[in-house]
């Protein structure tokens, strides 16, 4: 499994930018996925996971009404579309994907529950 994340930049604040994680899994279209992230000196913190349908979302309250995740599995991608985007935002952005043992399984919040990670885009927003 692999997972490449894109998309990352400097935006000013009140700025959007557009990440995309791109799963090289067979079962994508089955599986839940997720997106951390993690500013410096900090622990990695919940972002948004999104249903193997794209039905369900689930948000942290920091970013809930300016984030939306997506999910196009014929491209096997998910997206996390950021606007109005905070200095606080800045972090380094993960998208995971859970173990494919069981499917679809549970959609969480725990980044204990994903197996995958991706390397990780930096996002920048000055003030």
């Known amino acids: 499994v692999q997972l490449q994340a894109s998309g990352g930049g400097l935006v000013q604040a009140g700025g959007s930018l557009r990440l995309s994680c791109a799963a090289s899994v067979p079962t994508f279209s089955s599986i839940h996925m997720g997106w951390f992230r993690q500013a410096r000196g900090k622990e990695r913190e919940f972002v948004t996971a999104i249903s193997y349908d794209g039905a369900t979302t689930y948000y942290a309250d920091s970013v809930k009404g300016r984030f939306t995740a997506s999910r196009d599995n014929r491209k096997a991608t998910v997206y996390l579309q950021m606007n109005n985007l905070k200095p606080e935002d800045t972090a380094v952005y993960f998208c995971?994907?859970?173990?494919?043992?069981?499917?679809?399984?549970?959609?969480?919040?725990?980044?204990?529950?994903?197996?995958?990670w991706g390397q990780g885009t930096l996002v920048t927003v000055s003030s």
């Open positions: 995971a994907a859970p173990s494919l043992s069981v499917v679809p399984g549970i959609l969480s919040r725990n980044e204990n529950t994903y197996r995958y």
